[in-house]
């Protein structure tokens, strides 16, 4: 359940419990935890279920993605990136095997690419995150290579040896605009959030990061693409 407010969020959870006991079900409270999403991640919140107070975290998996109460990214990517090495070294022997060149980058991008870029859409990446997510792709080529970070061997030489080019930010940039077109094409709260229509005012500082902001290509020209295709 999302709201804009403790109020809300509270007569929220009061209603899909009152709802859920009519159809002879009980919320598990132990399973259920609140947060407040906010600028400095250090709101306090309290909500309650028949009487008992919900456990604040700062953070939780919905769907596989890691969501903070800070709203930024990066603990997302870096558990992105951790996850693919993980995979990556349970099939370090196939992928580090005599096997076809062309035979075992497929199976890095079936396997490794696939956790490592899971709900990039929603990323907002910083320089950053994008030094580390590079540093990534080129470590799964240089540990498909054998070639030992004591090694100087230059990066170039290694897209070389693996002939492929640096193209994981690409596919990242090319799956938000997809995603973002996806959005655009219907009039809903997230197409309103994207375009920061949301009523109240910004607090002073400097503005965060967008999600527009990482898209390669103009916002207007993207939202002009998006509402000249059928849905």
Do not use: P
Not at 11 to 28: A, C, F, H, P, W
Not at 68 to 90: H, N, P
């Amino acid at each position: 359940m999302v709201a804009n407010s403790e109020m809300n969020l509270q007569r929220l959870m009061d209603s899909v419990s009152r709802v859920t006991q009519e159809y002879g079900m009980k919320i598990n409270v132990k399973m259920t935890k609140a947060m407040c999403i906010s600028r400095q991640g250090k709101s306090k919140v309290k909500i309650y279920i028949d009487g008992q107070l919900l456990e604040q975290v700062q953070q939780f998996r919905y769907l596989g993605s890691l969501i903070t109460e800070d709203g930024y990214c990066d603990k997302e990517i870096r558990s992105r990136i951790g996850l693919a090495t993980v995979k990556f070294m349970q099939r370090k022997k196939i992928l580090t095997s005599k096997m076809n060149l062309d035979l075992r980058k497929r199976i890095v991008k079936c396997l490794v690419w696939s956790v490592a870029l899971y709900a990039t859409e929603t990323w907002t990446i910083s320089k950053t995150d994008m030094k580390r997510i590079e540093a990534s792709e080129m470590w799964i080529w240089r540990k498909m290579e054998k070639i030992s970070w004591t090694a100087k061997v230059s990066n170039s030489e290694v897209l070389n040896r693996v002939k492929e080019n640096r193209c994981i930010i690409s596919t990242i940039n090319q799956r938000k605009r997809r995603w973002l077109g996806h959005v655009l094409r219907h009039d809903v709260l997230l197409r309103d959030v994207l375009e920061g229509r949301m009523t109240g005012k910004r607090k002073r500082g400097r503005k965060r990061l967008q999600l527009i902001s990482n898209i390669c290509e103009g916002y207007e020209t993207a939202k002009k693409r998006a509402e000249d295709r059928c849905l």
